[in-house]
Structures are given as structure tokens and as C-alpha cells.
């Protein structure tokens, strides 16, 4: 079973967060097994309901408020434990994703664009 983690900003009520719960919840079972990751809080957003209707499993890093490194930490260790094939990130996660990605050596990742990429990242994120 190949398993995929899925890291997103929220589980609010985004369309990014919705397109990535229904392709998660799409592509869920038989040989794919998925793990959506937040940094934000949740609790019955609609997108959380919707991961849960599909059975997928969430973790929330609680991040602070403002720049937070401690969600690096907290990140490379949800990766050292699920040990995934392939990381799937949408919205704006690159600057939390990079450090613990680079760390832990996971060899496929993929990012989703879900606006204009002049928008999507800024600086030398882009």
C-alpha cells in the first residue's frame, strides 16, 4: 500500500481544501491509504466534515500565531512516523514543508498551484 500525506494550511472552507479532501477521500483505500496534515486549527469545519465523512485521518500541528518553527519540528516527526511515499501540499505550506522535507529525505512531493503562481508564493518561495 502506497501511503500519501496530504499537508494543507487548514481544514476550513477553502475550494484548495475541498478539491484536496475529495481527491483524498476519492483515491482513499485499496492500494492508497492518505493522511491529511494541518497547521492550523480545525474542529467541524466543512472540509473536516468532509475528511471525516471519507474516513481520512487528520492531524492538526497547532501552530502559533505568526512565523512558527516549531511546526518544522512537529512535522518531520508526522513524517518520520507515517512514513509516506509521496507528500501531496497544497495552498501556502512551502515555507513549514522544505526544512523537515530536505531532513527526512522523502523522494516524490508534489505541490498543487491553486492560484496564480505570481500570488501562490512570494519571495524565494516562488
Not at 499537508?7 to 477553502?14: A, H, Q, T, Y
Not at 505550506?93 to 527526512?104: A, E, H
Request: aromatic fraction near 10%.
Amino acid at each position: 500500500m502506497k501511503k500519501v500525506l496530504v499537508f494543507l494550511p487548514s481544514l476550513w472552507s477553502g475550494g484548495g481544501e475541498k478539491i484536496a479532501v475529495d481527491i483524498a477521500g476519492a483515491l482513499q483505500g485499496g492500494e492508497l491509504d492518505f493522511l491529511i496534515v494541518t497547521y492550523l486549527d480545525f474542529e467541524d469545519t466543512p472540509a473536516a466534515l468532509l475528511a471525516r465523512k471519507y474516513g481520512l485521518r487528520t492531524v492538526c500541528l497547532h501552530k502559533k500565531p505568526g512565523f512558527d518553527p516549531g511546526i518544522w519540528v512537529r512535522l518531520e516527526r508526522v513524517i518520520r512516523e507515517y512514513m509516506p511515499d509521496v507528500i501531496h501540499a497544497h495552498l501556502k505550506v512551502m515555507q513549514y514543508l522544505l526544512p523537515p522535507l530536505m531532513r527526512t529525505r522523502v523522494k516524490k512531493c508534489l505541490y498543487t498551484v491553486h492560484n496564480l503562481a505570481e500570488k501562490d508564493a512570494a519571495g524565494y518561495m516562488r
